[in-house]
């Protein structure tokens, strides 16, 4: 379909307001916060409703027009790049939190919502929602559950996927599924809920979530561990999950990462250690002390240089955001940042640490590594200039090199962005053959004419077909 055709009727769905195919739209939005993945879509979209979002996608099935959902773009993993062109479709509109239902500990949002207005909001009312990705303060709900989004509280309390209890989704021929519900057990039929989480905008459409709530913990308590010795913080994490204490948070940064985040943030962390850890208990006072003590051990006993408790509240929520704000630090440094999150088992932690450290010398590439060190998701982080051909060669071969390890160990080559474009090469390693097959089977299925995201996840040929199994 023509341009101007596609406009003008996307114009009588929505009112021309919110139809926008300027370039400077274009260019805003054929980016995401992937370097070096960039395509330009022909026109952007913010629909005000699930049925302007279900004119639209009709719209698109009828003629073939790719569609790209974008929450705030921050993926790392070009998932919202409009790589075939066609709609990017925005929730800018939808950011309404439509109910908390005390009653039965959940809340119903709109998908634009924000995930920090979102926690916010649910703390304000006497609840806690639990998944807080580093990214909370822009990244979007709809984002966070089509990327199965982690964050620093995973490692006690899950990731988005144990949090997701319905949603309604516009499939790509139009028609709304309401999918689980308000249910605590559910078992009719196949969990469409679960197969839609994580399924990164290429199955259908999010145009509402109900969300499970917590009760707020009673109190909690912040550390940091200094190290001398990298495997020796890594060492301590592997200790006290074996102690059959599992902390909120604990969260690892090596000493490129401590530079640069005290550099940026001047928190006062030791910029001459080789690692630290930050370490969150929460719950009951009294386990929390009890744990926290333990855990104190622990770290002295693996030479921990320092262990130091957070002084108040504030201190500590300063040592979070800390470590929250690493790949903003990063990002100063030098002109390209790429964030990796290959995923092991964590007792390969401390194995997985020294491969990335022998990668980076053997490739001669800058790695900085942070990330959730008690669930085996690491963040290898390279330094480098895209404008330097030579080295984004060798910046490439570490990170299939990282990927690789990642899988010897048991792993997997994302743990918590999701596959994208950028990962869609190295899937199989994962998946395998048989397993990317039947990953392909449904999109084939739910999708026939491929227009949900097309290019994510799965390779595409340069027709922009996928490339099949
Ligand atoms: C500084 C920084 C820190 C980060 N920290 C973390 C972290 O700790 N943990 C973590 O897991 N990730 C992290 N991320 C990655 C990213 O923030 C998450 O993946 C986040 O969930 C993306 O949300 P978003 O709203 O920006 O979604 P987008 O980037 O806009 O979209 C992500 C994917 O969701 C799809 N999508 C968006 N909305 C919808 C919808 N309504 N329906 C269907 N599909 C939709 C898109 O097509 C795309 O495939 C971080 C990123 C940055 C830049």
Same mark, same amino acid.
């Given at each position: 379909?023509?341009?101007d055709?596609?406009k003008?009727?996307l114009s009588?769905i929505?009112?021309?307001?919110?139809?926008?195919d300027?370039n400077?739209m274009?260019?805003?939005?054929?980016?995401?916060?992937?370097?070096?993945y960039q395509?330009?879509?022909?026109?952007?979209?913010?629909?005000?409703?699930?049925?302007e979002?279900?004119?639209?996608?009709q719209l698109c099935n009828e003629?073939?027009?790719?569609i790209?959902?974008r929450?705030s773009g /921050?993926? %790392?993993s070009a #998932?919202?790049c409009?790589?075939? =062109?066609g !709609?990017?479709?925005?929730?800018?509109?939808?950011?309404?939190i439509?109910?908390l239902?005390?009653d039965?500990?959940?809340?119903?949002v709109q998908?634009?919502?924000?995930?920090?207005t979102f926690?916010?909001?649910?703390e304000e009312?006497g609840?806690f929602?639990?998944?807080?990705?580093?990214s909370?303060?822009i990244?979007?709900?709809?984002?966070?559950i089509s990327e199965?989004?982690?964050?620093?509280?995973?490692?006690?309390y899950?990731v988005t996927?144990d949090?997701v209890?319905?949603?309604?989704?516009i499939?790509p021929?139009?028609?709304?599924v309401?999918t689980?519900?308000k249910?605590?057990k559910?078992v009719?039929g196949?969990d469409? /809920?679960? %197969?839609?989480? #994580?399924s990164e905008g290429?199955? =259908?459409v !999010?145009g509402?979530?109900?969300?499970k709530l917590?009760?707020?913990p009673?109190s909690?308590?912040?550390?940091?561990?200094?190290?001398?010795?990298?495997e020796a913080?890594?060492q301590?994490v592997?200790?006290?999950?074996a102690?059959?204490i599992?902390?909120?948070?604990m969260?690892?940064?090596?000493?490129p990462t401590?530079e640069v985040?005290?550099?940026?943030?001047g928190?006062?962390l030791p910029?001459?250690?080789?690692?630290i850890?930050l370490?969150?208990q929460?719950?009951?006072?009294?386990m929390?002390q009890?744990?926290?003590?333990?855990?104190?051990?622990i770290?002295q006993a693996?030479?921990a240089?320092?262990?130091?408790?957070a002084k108040?509240?504030?201190?500590?929520e300063k040592?979070?955001?800390a470590r929250?704000v690493?790949?903003?630090?990063?990002?100063r440094?030098?002109?390209?940042?790429i964030?990796?999150?290959a995923t092991?088992?964590?007792s390969k932690?401390?194995a997985m640490v020294?491969a990335?450290?022998g990668?980076?010398?053997?490739?001669?590439?800058?790695?900085?590594?942070?990330g959730h060190a008690g669930d085996g998701n690491?963040h290898?982080?390279?330094l480098?200039d895209?404008r330097d051909l030579e080295?984004m060669?060798?910046v490439?071969?570490a990170?299939?090199e990282?990927?690789?390890?990642a899988?010897?160990?048991?792993g997997?080559?994302t743990g918590?962005?999701g596959?994208?474009?950028?990962k869609?090469?190295?899937?199989?390693w994962k998946a395998g053959?048989?397993?990317?097959?039947?990953?392909q089977?449904?999109?084939?299925a739910?999708?026939p004419?491929?227009i949900?995201n097309p290019?994510?996840?799965?390779?595409?040929?340069?027709?922009?077909?996928?490339?099949a199994?």
């Amino acid at each position: 379909m023509k341009r101007d055709d596609l406009k003008k009727r996307l114009s009588a769905i929505l009112g021309a307001e919110h139809v926008h195919d300027s370039n400077e739209m274009k260019l805003a939005y054929s980016y995401d916060a992937t370097p070096n993945y960039q395509a330009l879509p022909d026109v952007i979209v913010s629909p005000g409703n699930m049925e302007e979002i279900q004119a639209i996608v009709q719209l698109c099935n009828e003629t073939g027009t790719p569609i790209v959902p974008r929450g705030s773009g /921050t993926n %790392l993993s070009a #998932g919202t790049c409009p790589s075939e =062109g066609g !709609i990017v479709l925005l929730f800018n509109r939808m950011t309404e939190i439509i109910e908390l239902d005390a009653d039965n500990l959940t809340a119903t949002v709109q998908p634009g919502v924000t995930t920090e207005t979102f926690i916010r909001y649910v703390e304000e009312q006497g609840f806690f929602y639990p998944p807080d990705p580093g990214s909370m303060r822009i990244s979007t709900i709809g984002g966070n559950i089509s990327e199965n989004s982690g964050g620093l509280r995973g490692l006690k309390y899950g990731v988005t996927r144990d949090y997701v209890m319905g949603l309604k989704v516009i499939m790509p021929n139009g028609e709304c599924v309401v999918t689980g519900g308000k249910c605590v057990k559910d078992v009719a039929g196949y969990d469409l /809920t679960r %197969l839609m989480v #994580g399924s990164e905008g290429t199955l =259908g459409v !999010i145009g509402e979530a109900t969300l499970k709530l917590l009760p707020p913990p009673e109190s909690k308590q912040t550390l940091m561990a200094v190290y001398n010795d990298i495997e020796a913080a890594a060492q301590t994490v592997s200790e006290i999950i074996a102690a059959k204490i599992i902390p909120a948070t604990m969260e690892f940064l090596d000493q490129p990462t401590i530079e640069v985040v005290e550099d940026y943030a001047g928190v006062g962390l030791p910029t001459d250690a080789a690692a630290i850890l930050l370490i969150e208990q929460d719950g009951p006072s009294e386990m929390v002390q009890r744990d926290l003590q333990v855990i104190q051990r622990i770290c002295q006993a693996q030479q921990a240089i320092d262990v130091e408790r957070a002084k108040n509240e504030e201190h500590a929520e300063k040592l979070l955001t800390a470590r929250r704000v690493a790949l903003s630090a990063c990002a100063r440094k030098k002109p390209t940042t790429i964030l990796e999150d290959a995923t092991v088992p964590r007792s390969k932690v401390a194995a997985m640490v020294q491969a990335i450290n022998g990668i980076a010398r053997k490739y001669e590439v800058q790695i900085c590594t942070f990330g959730h060190a008690g669930d085996g998701n690491l963040h290898p982080t390279i330094l480098t200039d895209a404008r330097d051909l030579e080295e984004m060669k060798r910046v490439e071969q570490a990170f299939a090199e990282i990927f690789q390890k990642a899988i010897e160990f048991g792993g997997t080559i994302t743990g918590e962005h999701g596959v994208g474009m950028m990962k869609a090469p190295y899937l199989k390693w994962k998946a395998g053959s048989s397993g990317l097959n039947v990953m392909q089977s449904i999109k084939r299925a739910l999708d026939p004419k491929n227009i949900m995201n097309p290019g994510k996840i799965f390779q595409s040929n340069p027709d922009g077909e996928m490339i099949a199994e």
